[in-house]
């Protein structure tokens, strides 16, 4: 890492007046501010802000995620974000919000704003498998909070949804319907969600004495277009199944689709539950059964135990909130019976 004085040798000035550019005080020729900026630019130096730090606090929560802003656009961010900013704002801290471009990555955002001071503590999204942020943030001694499932190594607080309990509910009530033939849509696997999703859905079949295949569990990706190619790969197969669980509802919207093209109804021949109960799920043709998440609590929550972590006071390591099972018209009893 450059340091300040790196920076005055580049530009053949003394540290102090490469503090006056980066305060905006004293008084610089402008020949020497643009010399003092393009060495900083050329070293990559970033401001150490440690000692005010010690003595003060930005009292502001970032948020790093790619298309931040069109992430906005999706309902369930948006909810996440609206109670995040709510808690935060209740304890006195704002939110900044960042995207990174081209040429920075999600993780040198991340890292940059850690080092810079501009913020307290970080919010991480979509906390995958193998992860690095946890680490480089922790490093850069900032206080950090990701929303997803346990990872192993990952030492930050973790907020999510007990998936696994409902991805079992889920199929619970499929299987109680009489379905015995259930597919599963399932999240990318390198995301921390991915698994427990999974074995919820494998405990129910197990327990009900139902026999697992692979054929039947579709790494289906995210998009609803991802959820329409799965589920149209499921209808090829010689013996399609009678219900589909999806991890997502936006997949299941992809499903519900594939099923209609195929001159199929969904809930009369072939069931379809979602997770997370967007606004639009009470408004397909037919309503979908879903897992409702708490989104907005998750924000809140997320909010308050990060906070607590910058403020040193006890918070969980893990804490995950509970899913509730919404039944609509998309899950019937079976009008054939396949085993």
Same mark, same amino acid.
Not at 2 to 18: F, G, N, P, Q
Not at 33 to 58: C, D, F, K, M, W
């Given at each position: 890492?450059?340091?300040?004085?790196?920076?005055?040798?580049?530009?053949?000035?003394?540290?102090?007046?490469?503090?006056?550019?980066?305060?905006?005080?004293?008084?610089?020729?402008?020949?020497?501010?643009?010399?003092?900026?393009?060495?900083?630019?050329?070293?990559?130096?970033?401001?150490?802000?440690?000692?005010?730090?010690?003595?003060?606090?930005?009292?502001?929560?970032?948020?790093?995620?790619?298309?931040?802003?069109?992430?906005?656009?999706?309902?369930?961010?948006?909810?996440?974000?609206?109670?995040?900013?709510?808690?935060?704002?209740?304890?006195?801290?704002?939110?900044?919000?960042?995207?990174?471009?081209?040429?920075?990555?999600?993780?040198?955002?991340?890292?940059?704003?850690?080092?810079?001071?501009?913020?307290?503590?970080?919010?991480?999204?979509?906390?995958?498998?193998?992860?690095?942020?946890? +680490?480089?943030? $922790?490093? *850069?001694?900032? =206080?950090?909070? @990701? #929303?997803?499932?346990?990872?192993?190594? %990952?030492?930050?607080? /973790?907020?999510?949804?007990?998936?696994?309990?409902?991805?079992?509910?889920?199929?619970?009530?499929?299987?109680?319907?009489?379905?015995?033939?259930?597919?599963?849509?399932?999240?990318?696997?390198?995301?921390?969600?991915?698994?427990?999703?999974?074995?919820?859905?494998?405990?129910?079949?197990?327990?009900?004495?139902?026999?697992?295949?692979?054929?039947?569990?579709?790494?289906?990706?995210?998009?609803?277009?991802?959820?329409?190619?799965?589920?149209?790969?499921?209808?090829?197969?010689?013996?399609?199944?009678?219900?589909?669980?999806? +991890?997502?509802? $936006?997949? *299941?919207?992809? =499903?519900?689709? @594939? #099923?209609?093209?195929?001159?199929?109804? %969904?809930?009369?021949? /072939?069931?379809?539950?979602?997770?997370?109960?967007?606004?639009?799920?009470?408004?397909?043709?037919?309503?979908?059964?879903?897992?409702?998440?708490?989104?907005?609590?998750?924000?809140?929550?997320?909010?308050?135990?990060?906070?607590?972590?910058?403020?040193?006071?006890?918070?969980?390591?893990?804490?995950?909130?509970?899913?509730?099972?919404?039944?609509?018209?998309?899950?019937?009893?079976?009008?054939?019976?396949?085993?």
């Amino acid at each position: 890492m450059a340091t300040i004085r790196d920076v005055a040798r580049r530009a053949h000035v003394s540290t102090a007046t490469v503090s006056y550019v980066l305060n905006g005080t004293g008084v610089v020729s402008e020949a020497t501010r643009e010399r003092v900026l393009a060495a900083i630019a050329e070293l990559g130096y970033q401001p150490n802000h440690s000692a005010r730090s010690l003595r003060t606090r930005s009292r502001t929560i970032g948020v790093v995620a790619p298309g931040i802003a069109g992430r906005l656009a999706d309902p369930a961010t948006a909810e996440i974000i609206a109670g995040l900013s709510e808690a935060a704002t209740t304890a006195g801290y704002c939110l900044l919000l960042a995207a990174p471009t081209d040429t920075e990555s999600e993780t040198e955002l991340a890292v940059r704003l850690a080092r810079s001071g501009r913020v307290d503590g970080l919010v991480l999204f979509d906390l995958q498998i193998e992860d690095e942020r946890p +680490a480089l943030l $922790t490093a *850069a001694r900032v =206080a950090t909070i @990701a #929303i997803g499932a346990p990872v192993a190594g %990952v030492t930050c607080p /973790i907020v999510g949804y007990d998936l696994r309990t409902g991805a079992e509910q889920a199929t619970q009530h499929l299987i109680r319907l009489g379905h015995r033939r259930i597919a599963l849509l399932a999240a990318p696997s390198y995301l921390s969600i991915s698994e427990p999703f999974y074995a919820g859905y494998r405990a129910a079949l197990h327990a009900a004495g139902l026999r697992r295949e692979a054929a039947l569990v579709i790494e289906a990706g995210s998009s609803e277009d991802d959820g329409m190619v799965a589920m149209q790969e499921l209808l090829a197969a010689r013996t399609p199944p009678t219900a589909v669980l999806a +991890a997502s509802d $936006t997949l *299941a919207f992809g =499903a519900m689709h @594939a #099923i209609r093209d195929a001159g199929l109804t %969904v809930g009369r021949d /072939i069931s379809v539950v979602g997770c997370d109960d967007l606004p639009l799920a009470a408004h397909t043709f037919p309503p979908l059964t879903t897992l409702r998440a708490p989104r907005r609590d998750l924000g809140a929550t997320l909010a308050r135990y990060l906070i607590a972590h910058i403020e040193q006071r006890p918070a969980l390591p893990v804490t995950l909130l509970p899913l509730r099972l919404v039944i609509r018209h998309s899950t019937a009893t079976p009008s054939r019976v396949v085993h």
